[in-house]
């Protein structure tokens, strides 16, 4: 099971830090992706961290501004949120594939948690 947290309110250009737990195994064999979601719209790409943790993925909208990681120890996959835009607000969710291959869609994903809001003012 995965378990997204770290979403709240934040004015932009601040930060945040979202993580993705799971629990009942590890992140080894997976690609763990993040998307998020607007009411209306389909679930966006957001970043993606390949098996292994050797490449990272990001969509040109956060490129630049948002970093994803694993911290092996805590069995988490961070989503390092900087200079955050009134824009970038969305329920964020994380997602894990066992393959080698990172999709961007997210359909291709097998595993989701169940989403962290965050909010960005203006």
């Known amino acids: 099971q995965l378990q997204a947290s770290g979403g709240g309110l934040v004015q932009a250009g601040g930060f945040l830090r979202l993580s993705c737990a799971a629990s009942?195994?590890?992140?080894?064999?997976?690609?763990v992706a993040w998307f998020r979601q607007v009411p209306g719209k389909e679930r966006e790409f957001v970043a993606a961290?390949?098996?292994?943790?050797?490449?990272?993925y990001y969509s040109d909208s956060v490129k630049g501004r948002f970093t994803i990681s694993s911290d092996n120890a805590k069995n988490t996959v961070n989503l390092q949120m900087n200079g955050l835009k009134p824009e970038d607000t969305a329920v964020y969710y994380c997602?894990?594939?066992?393959?080698?291959?990172?999709?961007?869609?997210?359909?291709?994903?097998?595993?989701w948690g169940q989403g962290t809001l965050v909010t960005v003012s203006s």
């Open positions: 997602a894990t594939k066992n393959t080698a291959v990172v999709p961007t869609t997210s359909s291709l994903y097998d595993y």
């Open positions: 009942g195994g590890t992140f080894s064999r997976y690609a």
């Open positions: 961290l390949s098996r292994g943790g050797g490449r990272t």
